[in-house]
């Protein structure tokens, strides 16, 4: 058996965790799968395959994976990561994320790599050094994954990646594990589901994923419907910074804060509609399992995976302007310093809260569109990758 390695930083409530978890699973039959953390202490999702904590100092702050490790920490990690490659004696290394990504590019040992980007890189605030290791990574690293087409054009065109050795294989979701896990206990106190609309929102409490202005928006969404009540999961730096908005507001007991849930989706399944508020995605798992369990979308219409999973039959590098009534969902404008994006945002939700019929419609596209990124689907794709570039090292 070839041995295939994945390398990130945990194995703990993200995205790219998430694929690492189906992907472990479903292909330790075929292929000797190890998984290499930067940091073993934090595992909640299930696994196939081994696990590797390939660093011991487990002090960082892995709520933002792309931050700028001191030249130390990256050579402490480099070190480490070298020495359990020569152990596991490994033919492949998979790696998601900025930090893991660079790694795999800098061990350049007998193994193939394959890196796997997850955000829109131009996206980020990027400083040069940053922009650098970007370039080498995706100019001389064997083969690039992209999560989005979007993505996979920035890293073209600004990034230097080469258009023959990188592909793109969107996010799966696992519709069939979500209903059976839909309907369950969410272990909590319901009142805040009893007679009330509610919105949701899923993600990390970063800067990122704007939920301070998400919050600010629902303020507005108050006017027309006083009940109505904002439920945001994920946990994060900023959640002191959350709750003193909320504070500020007045929105206590109407914006809720429940943290990291291991079934986001009975959270989601008895809600009414789902918002994505973020300043940049790759291509928003949270969105697909919202759709799964048939919530209507309202989305920023950020740089990527909005677009492509929304309004799939268009322009990938369109930027609304306005509210779009798109084919799956409602898009609006990117945040921008003055009032028009919010404005938007409010008024798509009103939309959406004050019409059964357009809810309901949406509600039956969003499990429609749901199904065309089922994970069988996915896993074929890594399969074929995978195959591919171990077939090229034997030549």
Known sequence: MKKVAFLTHTLDGGGAERVISNLSQRLSSKYDVVIMLLDGSKVSYPHGGRLVDVWSDHALDHDNTSRDFNPLQLIQMLRSLRKALREERVDLLISFLEIPNLLNFLTNGSHRRIVSVRNHMSGKNKGLLGRLALNLVHRFTERTIAVSELIRIDL??????????????????????????????????????????????????????????????????????????????????????????????????????????????????????????????????????????????????????????????????????DTEMARFGILTPPWTEGDSAEECLVEAIKSILSDDELRESYSLLSIERAGDFSIDAAVSQWEDEISLILKSSDI
Request: proline letters at 7%.
């Open 156 to 321: 073209i065109e600004n990034f230097g990646a080469d258009p023959e050795r990188i592909s793109v294989i969107n996010n799966p979701v696992d519709k069939e594990a979500i209903d059976d896990l839909k309907k369950g206990d969410i272990g909590i106190d319901d009142e805040i589901w009893r007679g009330r609309p509610v919105i949701i929102n899923i993600g990390r409490l970063t800067p990122s994923k704007g939920q301070d202005l998400l919050i600010r928006a629902f303020s507005k969404v108050q006017d027309t419907f006083p009940g109505a009540r904002l439920v945001i999961l994920g946990e994060g730096p900023e959640e002191s910074r959350l709750k003193s908005v909320i504070e500020m507001m007045g929105l206590k007991n109407r914006v809720v804060l429940l943290g990291f849930q291991k079934n986001p989706y009975a959270f989601l399944y008895r809600s009414d509609l789902f918002v994505l508020s973020s300043h940049h995605e790759g291509f928003p798992n949270s969105m697909l399992e919202a759709m799964a369990c048939g919530l209507p979308v309202v989305s920023v219409d950020c740089p990527s995976g909005p677009r492509e999973i929304l309004a799939p039959d268009g322009d990938m590098t369109l930027v609304t302007e």
